[in-house]
């Protein structure tokens, strides 16, 4: 007989186990976002040590987890997009006092 433990995604936290098996499936109450399953997933040594207990659905890694998050994403797009353009005009302004 072989023993077990069971932690929750907040608690295994840090910690590195050497096999792991993840229930991901849809819970009784409540809810996973991809950032619980990151971080359960992500404990285990290495993907051939991580067993799945059941389905689960595919939304879970193609939806955007936090639209917070995502808003926060575009605009630090659109941030970096301008402060390019805005270092090329400077060094174009730089190059033009050079050659005049």
């Not at 608690?11 to 976002?33: F, R």
């Not at 990151?38 to 936090?66: E, H, I, M, W």
Request: hydrophobic share 30%; glycine share 8%; with cysteine.
């Amino acid at each position: 007989m072989d023993s077990a433990y069971a932690f929750t995604d907040y608690h295994v936290q840090g910690q590195t186990i050497d096999y792991l098996w993840a229930d991901i499936g849809t819970p009784l109450k409540g809810s996973l976002t991809p950032f619980n399953v990151y971080v359960t997933l992500s404990r285990a040594r290495g993907q051939s040590n991580v067993q799945l207990l059941q389905d689960f659905k595919d939304s879970l890694f193609t939806t955007t987890p936090c639209e917070v998050l995502e808003q926060e994403d575009e605009r630090l797009m659109n941030l970096n997009r301008e402060t390019k353009q805005d270092w090329e005009r400077r060094q174009g302004r730089r190059g033009q006092r050079m050659d005049g």
